[in-house]
């Protein structure tokens, strides 16, 4: 069987599907980073979120709201304004929660040793209860300090996306230079170094340490005989 | 190179370290689970913890405050009381975030076959900033509110765990008696068939879906040609 090829017929047969997130498209923080990533024989993308700040609303009675009891009362993948979440709240008749998600990507790789550059950490939020049976919990001076936290997270988040990209891409030239002069396995040790020695001359600076490959049954099709493997990317803790 | 004595080496090595984590020893609630991994020739555990309530102060000057920035108010591994919260809350000079952060698990894998039978899910938690340089920004009540909120979730962690142990487990079974009937390939296909299946059956009681395989940079040791890969394991959304 030629793995290539039926990554490839896989990789297009996903790309052209609809997008069947709420939203239906890719977000503008991300868009880039997807392109880039699509445009290499050896990646895919099957979902992405450049990172949002989310109002839901848990009711306590299943029927009464959407999906998985559970309705959203705002959605932004930019910074918030405290009026319209205010605004939002008067809505909830459950128990409200602000939360601050950052990037998520989905990356489908061709084989193991193509995950090997995806600068990976972990996951960080904020999560924060407002409402208990539709009754305001918190002082609107807290909403406030909230909200300015959320969209430093935001700010933060897209300069880690940017940051992530600039990685990304030299990490992908510099591996199409050594296929071109090293064997195989020369390469996966030249990368592991490569980033095992940034990260000590300069903790701070590093792409991202975590490498995660991740058998997401959800985003697999139903052929066993998977012919890639799938990489989940978080962004750093903050 | 014999990879399985290598890994066994490597094993035994880490394993008779000393513990290094604050704590100085593995949570109760994970003992059992990482008996289990450890019991297995394909596994051994770097790092856990069963889930906790802590309760941080981020600084404003670094100088001040303990570990990047940040000292730990009040940390515990069980559900936990609002007077002790409060008094630790006295002793906040900048801005304190109360968290709830579920099980943790890092594992090293002999092989990347051995990753399959581990079920992973995403994070979750609680994140809720609580005072800003010192001075507190809700009321008793919500504290009170979010210690149940905090409670609850460490008691459905607690589930969670009883039921990854028994998933596993169970897991483990059935992969000792396949191995003497099976192909290395069948095995694979057939743990994939049938964690799908269960999903599609009855989603809410599936031991799980996502597995992640990680080149954790931290704990690795700095021998590029590493004996074992690195699975992490974060509990299932709630």
């Given at each position: 069987m030629d793995r290539s090829a039926e990554f490839r017929r896989w990789k297009a047969q996903c790309l052209s599907k609809a997008d069947l997130s709420r939203k239906g498209s890719v977000d503008e923080d991300v868009v880039e980073l997807v392109q880039l990533l699509n445009g290499r024989e050896q990646f895919f993308t099957t979902s992405s979120c450049a990172g949002r700040i989310i109002l839901l609303d848990r009711g306590?009675?299943?029927?009464?709201?959407?999906k998985q009891n559970c309705c959203w009362l705002l959605v932004t993948h930019k910074p918030c304004v405290k009026d319209d979440v205010i605004v939002a709240l008067k809505?909830?008749?459950g128990d409200a929660i602000l939360k601050f998600e950052p990037l998520v990507l989905h990356v489908q790789c061709r084989q193991l040793q193509d995950a090997q550059i995806l600068a990976v950490r972990s996951t960080h939020g904020l999560e924060v209860p407002l409402t208990h049976k539709g009754k305001l919990m918190v002082t609107e001076e807290y909403i406030n300090f909230l909200i300015k936290i959320a969209n430093q997270k935001m700010e933060e988040n897209k300069k880690r996306i940017e940051r992530f990209y600039n990685c990304l891409q030299h990490a992908l030239e510099k591996e199409t230079i050594s296929m071109t002069s090293y064997p195989k396995e020369k390469i996966k040790e030249k990368n592991n170094s490569s980033y095992t020695h940034k990260k000590k001359r300069n903790p701070e600076k590093a792409c991202g340490k975590y490498i995660t490959e991740e058998n997401n049954k959800e985003l697999?099709?139903?052929?066993?005989?998977?012919p890639g493997i799938s990489v989940t990317i978080f962004p750093e803790d903050y």
């Open positions: 306590i009675n299943g029927s009464e709201v959407q809505k909830a008749n697999e099709n139903d052929d066993h005989d998977d």
